[in-house]
């Protein structure tokens, strides 16, 4: 048994939906393997669960290349420092703070170790994960521009959300074990 068939069998009878849902979008969508795995392992990474992030790291090292896995930790911790900082810009709505320059080091997005667009549309689901309305619109923009398509946006910030539901529902586990509070 994989280890991502451990965590969708570890998930509450609660969350069988979130369980089906990973098992489906996992096996086959409009996004190639390099993009499925590259998002579903950058998200998973967002979520901070160390026992979803291994798993998905795990299939995601016998479905695609060690380039799209480098991505997508570099696309998730990237996101992690742009999107609080983006997101209160956006927040803030002072012009000042938007005229400043960021002075935050980010050349792992114009470098990607895979492909540039493989890389934005890591960014942009992990983006949608942490809520920062900026950077999904900037990534979503480089994407189709780059010749994805709404549908592949779509079927990634599908598989974000599952994955993320999927965090929830491991943490939520913990309820069944007092003990583990």
Not at 15 to 37: E, V, Y
Not at 98 to 127: I, W, Y
Request: hydrophobic fraction near 45%.
């Amino acid at each position: 048994m994989s280890a991502l068939e451990r965590v969708r069998d570890a998930l509450p009878e609660e969350a069988k939906d979130i369980r089906l849902n990973l098992q489906s979008l996992l096996q086959g969508t409009t996004l190639t393997p390099d993009q499925r795995w590259g998002v579903a392992l950058a998200a998973a990474i967002s979520t901070k669960n160390a026992e979803l992030m291994r798993a998905m790291r795990e299939a995601a090292q016998s479905e695609t290349t060690q380039a799209v896995v480098s991505d997508a930790i570099a696309a998730a911790t990237l996101m992690a420092m742009n999107n609080v900082f983006y997101r209160f810009r956006h927040q803030i709505g002072k012009e000042t703070y938007g005229e400043r320059p960021a002075r935050l080091r980010m050349n792992r997005l114009v470098n990607p170790g895979s492909s540039r667009v493989n890389f934005e549309l890591m960014s942009l689901a992990v983006s949608a994960i942490n809520g920062c309305e900026t950077c999904v619109r900037a990534h979503e923009k480089v994407v189709l521009e780059g010749g994805l398509t709404e549908e592949h946006v779509l079927e990634a910030v599908r598989i974000a959300a599952v994955v993320q539901a999927a965090s929830v529902g491991l943490a939520a586990t913990m309820l069944q074990d007092p003990s583990a509070l």
